[in-house]
């Protein structure tokens, strides 16, 4: 499915101004609550729509950006993605130095192109141009026009304040519409809805915001869009390449939806007798879905599909089967017509892997990148991602847990929520039995649990030879050098998915030697964080992923060594998180260090964010503390 929204955003970027004629601009100063925390100020940015027909409208952008320094300077480069309904018709643009001059212009001509994609069909086609300036600050103008053809499914998104360090001065949307037309808007943050004027046989509909100070890119933060104003329209009924829906619900986009697959999910004769092979043993129908998922595992592949209306419908299930690939819409479909052949109802399922939530009082296709497919059993309810069938059956991955999806059903889209797992579950389990040499070398032996998401952070580590399986396990460990010897590992496909690994591990320098003493790294698995900067924080801190680490590592001392120092233990506790380290004397020959970190995903008001600090300077310092050794005289 095409993401829309994605490429609106990477649009919104840029605009123009029309500078043909000048060698010298004059900006008036920009205000010093606008400079605070700012790469780049937009000036001005100016967007209009003008629909002229049912397949046809002209989208008019025009902006004037001031870059203040060099980290402003990505968000003055331009791209544009072109496809089937969109296509880049005009282009200029102009820069002036810091007094107004002139640097240079830019024309349509002057803009790269790129037809790459990582999909085996697309029709898209890519324009921009990098602005290259080596003193600051400077001003980029730059000016486009979209021509809109086949198909409105929505009008554009406007967000003049698109990235994280940059303020706004002014900004406005201006929409005409034929009279008749009722649009859809919806906006956020400080975007005020649209005020409707008439002008003759056209509704013109327009807003603005000015004066939005920058958003700093805080460590933890949420998503930009929650920040910045944003205005959302789409037209109530629409036509898209020769198909006519209605965007006024939920409800009533999904029966458009359904239509796309109308007639895609026959199967050739020729499928028949596999499936009732692959099937003929299994008792009850969650094990029919199993039996499907694992022969679409063996006999597919996802490719990438993305011609015409094809971001949004499938290809039909035939296809996928004669040719052995298909994209997310196709193998899901694909996967719902086998499943339907052995009797078994299903659900096509759309759905948004970056953004977990919907927009449940606005419907548009934008909202969604990817699709999946819902199975609702008697006792169970399975999310199939056919994507990727080597996922274990019945597991919900990462980018879709927790998250709003759309289902496809012939009485309209229905709003779900799919299951998500609790923190504690995300867990990776770490026993190691260290055996220390006095020259600072030894061995360890390495036992790791890794369960659910990181399990899945570790899927694609079975697919590597045993060369890049040792180097893998090497770049994870802060320890230059080692040697990697009786590796073994087994994966648990189940509903909670776990992957067990077991490892020897020689190394030549563990310790570092200094005198008659050494200094041994408490935990060398993990790295914590980096280093947050204490003082006032502006926005609510957001974790997004949650889990849970626990080590139990044991260290045996050379001989002729005895204890020195161990470090304090700690123990501290925040709504966010947990750690804890406990370093235990042994009877003078054996040091063993358990150390447990939970961390709960969620977001949290600022006045936790000292406390966030300080907590990951502890867990930093737990991790990163060492053990002395004193060679006995």
Request: charged fraction near 25%.
């Given at each position: 499915m095409k993401n829309f929204c994605f490429f609106v955003l990477f649009l919104f970027k840029f605009s123009i101004v029309d500078t043909a004629a000048q060698e010298k601009v004059i900006l008036p100063a920009i205000a010093d609550s606008l400079k605070a925390n700012a790469y780049s100020v937009v000036r001005e940015n100016r967007l209009q729509f003008i629909y002229e027909s049912d397949v046809s409208g002209l989208h008019k952008e025009k902006l004037v950006l001031t870059v203040l320094n060099e980290k402003g300077t990505e968000s003055a480069n331009f791209i544009y993605t072109s496809d089937t309904f969109r296509e880049l018709v005009k282009f200029n643009g102009a820069i002036y130095d810091s007094s107004g001059n002139l640097i240079r212009k830019m024309k349509m001509a002057d803009l790269k192109t790129s037809e790459y994609t990582d999909e085996l069909a697309s029709d898209s086609k890519t324009y921009y141009y990098e602005s290259t300036v080596a003193s600051y600050p400077y001003t980029i103008v730059y000016e486009w026009d979209v021509k809109y053809k086949k198909g409105i499914i929505a009008f554009p998104v406007f967000i003049p304040q698109c990235n994280f360090n940059q303020s706004l001065e002014n900004a406005s949307f201006q929409l005409v519409l034929p009279n008749t037309m009722d649009p859809i808007f919806k906006t956020k943050g400080e975007m005020l809805m649209p005020k409707k004027s008439q002008d003759g046989k056209s509704s013109v509909y327009e807003t603005m915001v000015s004066n939005c100070t920058a958003i700093e890119n805080e460590p933890f933060t949420d998503a930009l869009s929650s920040f910045v104003p944003i205005l959302y329209s789409v037209p109530r009924q629409f036509s898209y390449d020769k198909t006519r829906g209605d965007m006024s619900d939920w409800k009533t986009f999904g029966l458009w939806q359904y239509g796309l697959l109308t007639g895609r999910d026959i199967l050739p004769e020729t499928i028949r007798p596999i499936l009732t092979e692959i099937s003929k043993n299994c008792q009850t129908d969650r094990e029919k879905v199993k039996a499907v998922y694992d022969y679409l595992a063996k006999t597919s592949r996802y490719v990438s599909i993305q011609l015409g209306i094809g971001g949004l419908q499938p290809m039909p299930a035939a296809e996928v089967y004669r040719l052995g690939f298909g994209d997310c819409k196709g193998l899901s479909n694909y996967m719902f017509a086998m499943l339907k052949e052995l009797g078994i109802h299903s659900v096509y399922t759309v759905i948004n892997t970056v953004n977990p939530r919907l927009i449940h009082d606005f419907a548009s296709a934008n909202q969604m990148n990817h699709v999946i497919l819902q199975v609702p059993l008697e006792k169970d309810t399975l999310w199939l991602e056919c994507t990727n069938p080597q996922l274990p059956f019945g597991y919900?991955?990462?980018?879709?847990?927790?998250?709003?999806?759309?289902?496809?059903?012939?009485?309209?889209?229905?709003?779900?929520?799919?299951?998500?797992?609790?923190?504690?579950?995300?867990?990776?389990?770490?026993?190691?039995?260290?055996?220390?040499?006095?020259?600072?070398?030894?061995?360890?032996?390495?036992?790791?649990?890794?369960?659910?998401?990181?399990?899945?952070?570790?899927?694609?580590?079975?697919?590597?030879?045993?060369?890049?399986?040792?180097?893998?396990?090497?770049?994870?460990?802060?320890?230059?050098?080692?040697?990697?010897?009786?590796?073994?590992?087994?994966?648990?496909?189940?509903?909670?998915?776990?992957?067990?690994?077991?490892?020897?591990?020689?190394?030549?320098?563990?310790?570092?030697?200094?005198?008659?003493?050494?200094?041994?790294?408490?935990?060398?698995?993990?790295?914590?964080?980096?280093?947050?900067?204490?003082?006032?924080?502006?926005?609510?801190?957001?974790?997004?992923?949650?889990?849970?680490?626990?080590?139990?590592?044991?260290?045996?001392?050379?001989?002729?060594?005895?204890?020195?120092?161990?470090?304090?233990?700690?123990?501290?506790?925040?709504?966010?998180?947990?750690?804890?380290?406990?370093?235990?004397?042994?009877?003078?020959?054996?040091?063993?260090?358990?150390?447990?970190?939970?961390?709960?995903?969620?977001?949290?008001?600022?006045?936790?964010?000292?406390?966030?600090?300080?907590?990951?300077?502890?867990?930093?310092?737990?991790?990163?503390?060492?053990?002395?050794?004193?060679?006995?005289?």
């Open positions: 919900i991955h990462r980018s879709i847990a927790g998250h709003d999806a759309l289902l496809i059903k012939n009485t309209g889209g229905e709003v779900c929520c799919l299951p998500s797992y609790p923190d504690t579950l995300n867990k990776e389990s770490l026993f190691v039995n260290i055996e220390l040499a006095g020259d600072g070398g030894g061995s360890m032996d390495v036992k790791q649990n890794s369960e659910l998401y990181q399990y899945e952070a570790l899927t694609g580590f079975v697919n590597l030879d045993l060369e890049k399986k040792k180097e893998f396990i090497r770049r994870g460990i802060d320890l230059t050098q080692g040697s990697i010897s009786n590796l073994t590992y087994s994966e648990l496909k189940s509903d909670l998915p776990v992957m067990q690994m077991n490892y020897r591990l020689d190394y030549d320098k563990y310790s570092s030697k200094t005198g008659s003493r050494l200094f041994v790294p408490v935990n060398i698995f993990r790295r914590g964080v980096k280093t947050l900067s204490a003082g006032k924080r502006n926005h609510p801190l957001y974790i997004s992923y949650g889990y849970a680490d626990s080590d139990t590592i044991s260290f045996n001392l050379p001989d002729g060594y005895s204890i020195e120092a161990l470090p304090k233990s700690i123990d501290i506790e925040q709504p966010f998180g947990r750690f804890i380290s406990i370093l235990k004397n042994e009877g003078g020959k054996r040091i063993t260090v358990i150390q447990k970190l939970q961390i709960n995903s969620g977001r949290y008001d600022t006045e936790f964010y000292s406390a966030f600090v300080n907590f990951w300077s502890e867990v930093n310092k737990g991790y990163a503390n060492k053990i002395i050794l004193k060679k006995m005289e």
